[in-house]
């Protein structure tokens, strides 16, 4: 059995990645103070082909594909960001820090 193997890293592979729903919140950081941020985030998902993964060779032999990497994704903007996006707010009620 033989195998063509396919590396995806950094290749594009469409313009239209989608945008997941956001991650859960982060903790407040830093955990006192004033300035306490909380984070949130998405990530854009790459749209993968529907490679088959079975090829026929030129001598009419089945071999199996492989794909590895982590390709680039490119999705609508959300202001200026293609790849990730973050949104930060101030946290509440977060206790002063000790001197």
């Known amino acids: 059995e033989s195998r063509q193997c396919y590396n995806f890293k950094g290749c594009p592979l469409s313009d239209n990645g989608i945008w997941p729903e ?3 919140w982060s903790n407040c950081y830093p955990h006192c103070g004033s300035n306490a941020k909380k984070i949130r985030t ?6 993968y082909p529907n490679y088959t993964l079975i090829i026929q060779t030129p001598t009419k032999k089945n071999e199996t594909v492989v794909f590895w990497g982590t390709p680039r994704q490119l999705c609508a903007p959300i202001g200026s960001e293609r790849n990730k996006f973050e949104e930060k707010l101030s946290c509440l009620n977060v206790p002063d820090c000790e001197d």
């Open 42 to 47: 998405k990530i854009c998902q790459p749209i």
């Open 22 to 24: 956001w991650s859960t």
